[in-house]
């Protein structure tokens, strides 16, 4: 059982009407997403063409960002805002989307972009699945 | 002049259309409005009634890493995308507007809970005169 | 294979020197440990007895965002630089032990403390063992 | 006042023997060398010899996020933890020494280079100092 399953399991309170399956997947999609685009912006910058790559890696580092801002608002439960999480969540869907679709552009010819787009595209899906259960 | 504005001086392409004015505003609220929401959750922390005060905490949390997020997406003008901007600025004013109503509760008791909000209420407007801008 | 680890594997330039098993294993160590870290606090906020967790919440905090800049570092591979990864790696020994045995302190009354005391240590120890390869 | 300072005077308990005035400029010159390095990352990005640039961008996002962290952490006083402080603001001036000599080594062709290296400079010496009063 990863770590962060079994975080939501010793919560001391209820987690509220929360899908708990869903939740969890989005945790860890928003991690993984934000440790790959990190990895991705820094493998496009190491590319020899380098600068046909700069909206990538600018993409990129924003969808870390966001990742990793989501990551952290889906794993706090204490007094549960769910405007707020509902925005950071559509933030982070529209911050996936785009990075998918720029990594996506160039997937064929570096590997990187191709898993990158993958977990984009996971994280995206995972944020959506979670706002449609709120 | 302040840093931010000098590296917005310093950039060496077009900003694109953008209100550079409410650009830089928008920036260096979102850093200061971050500051003070990880020093406001600290001081919540350190209050006798904490107990009292962990929702406030933990809007603190969420507003502090939006605004980085967003201080950062913000910090970037390079391959452009105005509907991740956008989204980015939409989580931010409702980050905001959750703390600031949050930290307004208790502003007569903590001081830096009155700071907090009132940094809170000026990264809110900010971020929603960007987006008015955009 | 983890997303981390085909990221490893779909960088375009040599990695160096680095032992690329020990890499891999504390960028992932990292992250989780941040994730724990951030739903620990969380969860210690929720507890009745808070006020009593006040130092594990901070400490907490602390060694959250010190293993997201580190796991953001290792993730980096362009224009390497020993002392920075080394200074890095350091601080996030120190926070992952500090935590560690802030966490190990409550671990028997708090399943979340348990939990996180161990991510911590798990990640204490990648980033030493990291910094021993060096 | 600057809101940082504001939030140092409402903090509700005793801020220990820290001096206060080096903490202050030093939690200031973090969050001003974070987003200069965020800023400095892409402008070196949207530079049409980007890749003459790519140490610099690697070595800005590194030294943006060590300075976020090391941000927060100067932004908590609950728990303080000398041992931890000190080896986070050990990594923060490794990170400001490494983008400052990176920087400066374009300050004359790039203005941002410029900017940075100099934000990197005064937050390298706030670090320092803090350090020597601890």
């Not at 969808?63 to 989501?70: F, G, K, M, R, S």
């Not at 529209?94 to 552009?105: F, G, R, S, T």
Request: charged letters at 25%.
């Amino acid at each position: 059982m990863s770590v962060a399953s079994q975080m939501l399991d010793t919560y001391p309170k209820d987690l509220g009407g929360v899908d708990r399956e869903k939740l969890r997947a989005c945790i860890e999609a928003c991690y993984e997403c934000a440790q790959a685009c990190t990895a991705c912006a820094d493998a496009c910058l190491s590319e020899d063409q380098v600068a046909e790559l700069t909206k990538c890696i600018r993409t990129n580092l924003d969808c870390a960002d966001q990742c990793e801002t989501t990551g952290k608002v889906l794993s706090r439960h204490t007094g549960y805002d769910a405007n707020l999480t509902r925005a950071v969540l559509q933030a982070c869907v529209q911050a996936c989307k785009a990075c998918a679709d720029e990594c996506d552009a160039h997937a064929s010819e570096h590997g990187h972009c191709h898993v990158c787009a993958e977990a984009c595209r996971r994280c995206e899906r995972a944020c959506q699945d979670l706002i449609d259960s709120l």
